[in-house]
């Protein structure tokens, strides 16, 4: 009788112990790590607007002063894409030593005035000297800021491609490295990087056409235009 009376309180306990065990295991808050694998190619290889230098060197030669045709026409498109997408003013490095270094300076003073047709302001123009290397070809490089995108680097390639002990490379996805390249070549194909982001604003349409089109209509007139000469000199192999 006694034993009886004495398992009974280490039956308790041994109860008690037990569904202790299976409340813990229950309340487990084990984190689960999920695999960082975007499957958004876009989400794995994003593009990213930033401020980016664009420059342009014109090769400086001793025995001649100025700018040849070649290196006006290389001026006067950087000066032109300085007005559309520009984010600060235009430095100007120009060699201090050297035996290139005169006729450096004479050709510097055409650049400015090259800028300055084209409607750069002279506050806009900073000129700053530079030691070239002993060994090579002095330039006077012109730059300013602009808004650039990119995307990547590609080639990398953290997830296997076939069977391994890793769990995630057994599912469907795609590999790591999928869509990087055309990411990349968006960014760079892209002729304003604003665009990735927001659209444009809407510009006024065209008075003149628009004027056109409503007399037309008054007139009881089909107002479509007509463009008789649009196939002229194509083939007839062409034009079936």
């Known amino acids: 009788m006694t ?8 039956l308790g306990v041994c109860v008690a112990v037990a569904l202790a065990t299976l409340l813990v295991g229950c309340n487990r808050t084990t984190a689960v790590i999920e695999d960082p694998y975007p499957f958004d190619y876009r989400q794995r290889h994003p593009i990213s607007l930033h401020e980016g230098p664009k420059t342009v060197e014109i090769f400086v030669s001793s025995r001649r002063a100025g700018l040849t045709p070649s290196q006006r026409a290389d001026v006067l498109s950087f000066a032109q894409g300085w007005r559309h997408e520009a984010a600060s003013g235009i430095l100007i490095q120009v060699p201090q030593s050297g035996p290139a270094a005169r006729s450096a300076a004479g050709s510097v003073r055409e650049v400015r005035s090259i800028l300055a047709a084209t409607g750069m302001p002279a506050g806009g123009i900073s000129v700053r000297g530079y030691r070239p290397a002993p060994d090579a070809l002095p330039t006077i490089r012109l730059s300013y800021s602009q808004l650039m995108a990119e995307a990547g680097p590609c080639g990398l390639w953290p997830k296997d491609l076939g069977i391994s002990i890793d769990s995630a490379d057994n599912q469907n996805r795609q590999y790591w490295n999928f869509g990087c390249a055309t990411q990349r070549n968006l960014a760079a194909m892209v ?40 196939n002229k000199g194509i083939s007839d192999i062409a034009k079936q």
């Open 3 to 10: 034993d009886n009376m004495n398992s009974r309180p280490r």
């Open 191 to 230: 002729a304003n990087p604003a665009d990735l982001v927001q659209p444009r604003g809407e510009t006024p349409p065209y008075e003149a056409r628009r004027s056109i089109m409503m007399d037309k209509y008054r007139n009881g007139v089909g107002p479509s235009g007509k463009y008789d000469d649009y």
